[in-house]
């Protein structure tokens, strides 16, 4: 990963935006649509700026950085401190994909792919999750045993397939119908290779979606990064005989 992904909250914060012309409009419809004030030269309270300049924009930067601040450059990521990427918005949920300034073609194309894949109502189930937070606490008091329940019930096919373009009207009768958390379960991946892009459809979807990892030596980075940010890592000879709550995966080499 070359890049930090991060969301930027911009609402009513000050966004400097140097430049005119189309590019420099594209990048203020963004950060209007971001909630972000636009001035086009430094104030105090600024932390992020936009250069789009076809001569001067190094020097625009060295400025503008020299003063504490992050910058894009249009169309040279070799000037910039980020990138913005591209978006697909079904708000509250933002997907952004990137290319850390490698093509924004292509990141364009996979963004009208997810574009086609998703319902326009997924913000709505967002919305409809976050309004629940209280009646899921209450039915799984446990932060671990809550996250298990909403993980099964996010799954393809589960009560609230994130595609199923109707699946936000179902977070009350999910959380009616006595769902229970998820299990203690250990399934196994044998590697065949330390390239992660050999790993099987089936062992790049338990990665993101367990619990606890355990592994044998030498299992690389490349592939343990796969998993969730918060997966816990143990690295052990042997899988558990017994598995903690929730899913763990036990990987290893396959013989031969």
């Known amino acids: 990963m070359k890049q930090l992904p991060v969301f930027l909250n911009l609402r009513g914060r000050t966004v400097v935006l140097v430049g005119e012309g189309?590019?420099?409009?594209?990048?203020?419809?963004?950060?209007?649509?971001?909630?972000?004030?636009?001035?086009?030269?430094?104030?105090?309270?600024?932390?992020?700026?936009?250069?789009?300049?076809?001569?001067?924009?190094?020097?625009?930067?060295?400025?503008l950085r020299a003063r504490g601040l992050l910058v894009n450059v249009v169309d040279r990521p070799e000037l910039c401190d980020f990138t913005t990427p591209a978006i697909v918005d079904r708000d509250p949920v933002t997907i952004a994909i990137g290319t850390g300034g490698a093509s924004a073609g292509l990141a364009k194309a996979v963004r009208q792919?997810?574009?086609?894949?998703?319902?326009?109502?997924?913000?709505?189930?967002?919305?409809?999750?976050?309004?629940?937070?209280?009646?899921?606490?209450?039915r799984w008091p446990a932060a671990a045993d809550r996250r298990?329940?909403?993980?099964?019930?996010?799954?393809?096919?589960?009560?609230?397939?994130?595609?199923?373009?109707?699946?936000?009207?179902?977070?009350?009768?999910?959380?009616?119908?006595?769902?229970a958390a998820t299990a203690a379960r250990l399934e196994t991946i044998l590697l065949a290779s330390a390239d992660p892009d050999d790993l099987t459809l089936?062992?790049?979807?338990?990665?993101?979606?367990a619990d606890?990892?355990?592994?044998?030596?030498?299992?690389?980075d490349a592939?343990?990064?796969?998993?969730?940010?918060?997966?816990?890592?143990?690295?052990?000879?042997?899988?558990?005989?017994?598995?903690?709550?929730g899913l763990s995966l036990w990987i290893g080499w396959r013989e031969g």
Do not use: C, Q, Y
């Open 113 to 138: 792919r997810i574009e086609a894949l998703l319902p326009a109502r997924l913000g709505a189930l967002a919305s409809a999750l976050h309004a629940a937070r209280g009646a899921m606490k209450a």
């Open 148 to 179: 298990r329940a909403i993980d099964a019930a996010l799954v393809p096919g589960g009560a609230l397939d994130p595609l199923d373009g109707a699946a936000a009207d179902k977070v009350e009768d999910w959380l009616a119908s006595g769902a």
């Open 212 to 220: 606890h990892i355990f592994h044998a030596a030498g299992v690389p």
């Open 202 to 209: 089936r062992a790049a979807r338990l990665l993101g979606e």
């Open 22 to 63: 189309e590019a420099a409009d594209a990048k203020a419809r963004l950060i209007a649509r971001a909630g972000g004030r636009i001035v086009t030269a430094w104030e105090a309270g600024a932390t992020i700026a936009f250069v789009a300049l076809d001569a001067g924009a190094e020097a625009a930067a060295a400025e």
């Open 223 to 245: 592939i343990l990064n796969r998993a969730r940010a918060d997966a816990v890592r143990h690295g052990v000879e042997t899988p558990p005989a017994d598995p903690p709550p």
